[in-house]
T-cell receptor
Framework: GQNIDQPTEMTATEGAIVQINCTYQ??????LFWYQQHAGEAPTFLSY????GLEEKGRFSSFLSRSKGYSYLLLKELQMKDSASYLC????????????FGGGTRVLVKP | SQTIHQWPATLVQPVGSPLSLECTVE??????LYWYRQAAGRGLQLLFY??????ISSEVPQNLSASRPQDRQFILSSKKLLLSDSGFYLC?????????FGQGTRLTVV
């Protein structure tokens, strides 16, 4: 199977840090991706990990551990505009690099 | 730069009517193309993907079909819509590594 699990919802305070976890039970993928999706809009690419470790892009960082089947997205210095759904996905090179997504985590940032 | 166009943005169709959603990509050649559907409050479900003209892979059996008549054109079709076909349909393209999405079509079947 290709189970990709994320928490359904998280709430955090403006200026704080939030960590969104993603666990998976799959193999044969070449990268783990994180997308942001605001309500009613298309997803936009945030970051991806091919190798184990931490990738940092401004306020957003993503971590991957293939041996543990685990990734997380870290959002620092939260802003109100960060309220959105965050989607974890893996890509399969043997199948046209298709992305298989988790159910997404809805993050609500409160003042 | 590459751009992806998807239309229409919203669509209301009666049960049993046909469907045709079109997606085109500009500024790239031989991209991988994808159709996803998203039910309200849910994740993205891959419906079809294509690695070249006339090459279609189906992920989920249903009353939808896809075609790729040209390199940068991807079409999602149905002969007879069901109520359960309602959702947010997203076209995407990829060269590697990430995929980029069109703006989506919100389909309501009534």
């Amino acid at each position: 199977g290709q189970n990709i699990d994320q928490p359904t919802e998280m709430t955090a305070t403006e200026g704080a840090i939030v960590q969104i976890n993603c666990t998976y039970q799959t193999s044969g993928f070449n990268g783990l991706f994180w997308y942001q999706q605001h309500a009613g809009e298309a997803p936009t690419f945030l970051s991806y990990n091919v190798l184990d470790g931490l990738e940092e892009k401004g306020r957003f960082s993503s971590f991957l551990s293939r041996s543990k089947g685990y990734s997380y997205l870290l959002l620092k210095e939260l802003q109100m505009k960060d309220s959105a759904s965050y989607l974890c996905a893996v890509s399969y090179p043997a199948a046209g690099n298709k992305l298989t997504f988790g159910g997404g985590t809805r993050v609500l940032v409160k003042p | 730069s590459q751009t992806i166009h998807q239309w229409p943005a919203t669509l209301v169709q009666p049960v049993g009517s046909p469907l045709s959603l079109e997606c085109t990509v500009e500024g790239t050649s031989n991209p991988n193309l994808y159709w996803y559907r998203q039910a309200a409050g849910r994740g993205l479900q891959l419906l079809f993907y294509s690695v070249g003209i006339g090459q279609i892979s189906s992920e989920v059996p249903q009353n939808l079909s896809a075609s790729r008549p040209q390199d940068r054109q991807f079409i999602l079709s149905s002969k007879k819509l069901l109520l359960s076909d309602s959702g947010f349909y997203l076209c995407a393209w990829s060269e590697q590594p990430e995929a980029f999405f069109g703006q989506g079509t919100r389909l309501t079947v009534v």
